[in-house]
Each structure stands twice: as C-alpha cells, then as structure tokens.
C-alpha cells in the first residue's frame, strides 16, 4: 500500500441540494431546503462563501425540487467568484450517493469536497493532507439529540464502523472518485460506500469545530436563526 501523504489543495465540490425536505414542510412547500435563511441569508449561501474562500473554484450543485428557484438564486457563481453547474436530477432526487455519481464527470479526477445542502458550519474549511489510498475524509461531530447513537468511531485519525466512542457524521466530507468505483448510475445512500471503505481503512477522519447544526426541522431553523443573530 502507497502510505505517502500530500496536502491537498481542492478546486472542485459538490453541494448537495436536491432534496425534497419532507420534515422542514410547509417551509419547503415552495422553496428547496438550502434557500431556506438562517442569519440573514440562504443556507446556500454559506456553503458557496466557504467553498470559495478554501480556494474551490467550480461546484456543483445537485437539483430537483424546485430548482428554478435555486438555480435563480446562485446563477453562474460570478457573485461568489466561483464557477457553478447544475446537475438536474429531473423531478425525482437520487440521493446522496446517487446524485454525487451522476456529477463525478464536473468533479475532476482527485479529491474533492462534498457538503450536504442542509447542514450550517461556521468551521473554515482546511484540507487535510490525504493519502493516495485514501477515499474519503469525513468531519464528525458530538452526537446531537436527534442522533444519539452516533454514525462512526474515530480511531487516531481514522474513520471505523465500530468503536466505544462514537460520533455523528457532519454532511462535510472530502471523498475521491475511486470511492464510486463499480457503482451503477440510479437512486442510491453515499453511507453503504463509507461504511465498505472504512472497513477497508480507506476513511480518515476528524473533529469539526465551531457550531454545527444539521437544519431538519423548522425548529431547529428557528434555534439556529436566533443563535446566529444574537
């Protein structure tokens, strides 16, 4: 195994946004869930400001449900200084890993970064380096009330299925192309290809600072709303 590790600079990420938001309803009835604003502007807007500010330069956003209104919303990128592409899942989203398979032709050929449209981080984004061997680098945080179980352990670093402590997975990752190898283009979870690749030791992982809010429910909009403005 080539065990040689680089700092990774990225210039391509995806933001996933297609979703329908059956629980943010009737928020969502008329406008995609990353529209939705926290703190005086759109969830999207967040992700688009960090991304550009890590040094991404074109991203890809996944769309379904109303999708005139996001793609109205971001338009080229010009405003963010970055380059967007929409990838138009029609009017049925194909999930996580689905949607990521369907745009990995816009995301180049190495790592690159994925961040779910329904999460907020005020972390900076800094990749970490990432070894050749490496599918994914996940940023996991401590367990939230409405997922006490956790999703993984962290280990020194690295990512497992199973461990004492475990944590819940951000919506912020780094993943490579490799990752999506032998899969069949349709509706699929991104979880099941993290879950074989941290059984093989090809995930690392690490802590996200700051705040951290996965936006599910109009009441946690709310909190975090009130959070952001106080």
């Not at 680089?6 to 938001?21: D, E, I, P």
């Not at 993290?194 to 996200?208: C, F, P």
Request: proline share 6%.
């Amino acid at each position: 195994m080539n065990t040689s590790r680089s700092a990774a600079t990225l210039t391509h990420a995806m933001v996933l946004a297609a979703g329908r938001g059956e629980r943010m309803r009737p928020l969502t009835d008329n406008t995609p869930k990353p529209l939705l604003q926290v703190g005086g502007q759109a969830l999207l807007d967040y992700h688009l400001q960090v991304l550009a500010g890590a040094g991404v330069s074109t991203v890809v956003i996944n769309v379904a449900w109303r999708k005139d209104k996001l793609i109205q919303h971001a338009g080229t990128g010009e405003r963010y200084t970055l380059r967007l592409r929409y990838s138009d899942e029609g009017d049925n989203a194909l999930e996580t890993g689905g949607g990521i398979l369907r745009a990995l032709d816009w995301l180049g050929s190495g790592h690159f970064w994925v961040r779910n449209g329904d999460v907020y981080s005020d972390a900076p984004l800094v990749a970490p380096p990432l070894g050749p061997d490496t599918l994914a680098h996940l940023w996991l945080v401590p367990n939230p009330d409405h997922n006490p179980a956790g999703d993984f352990a962290l280990v020194d670093g690295r990512v497992a299925n199973e461990g004492d402590s475990r944590l819940t997975f951000s919506g912020i990752s780094i993943l490579h192309p490799r990752l999506f190898a032998g899969c069949q283009r349709g509706v699929f979870a991104l979880a099941p290809l993290l879950r074989r690749a941290a059984d093989a030791g090809q995930v690392t992982g690490a802590l996200l600072p700051g705040i951290w809010c996965d936006v599910g429910t109009p009441q946690r909009l709310q909190a975090l709303d009130a959070l952001l403005r106080a």
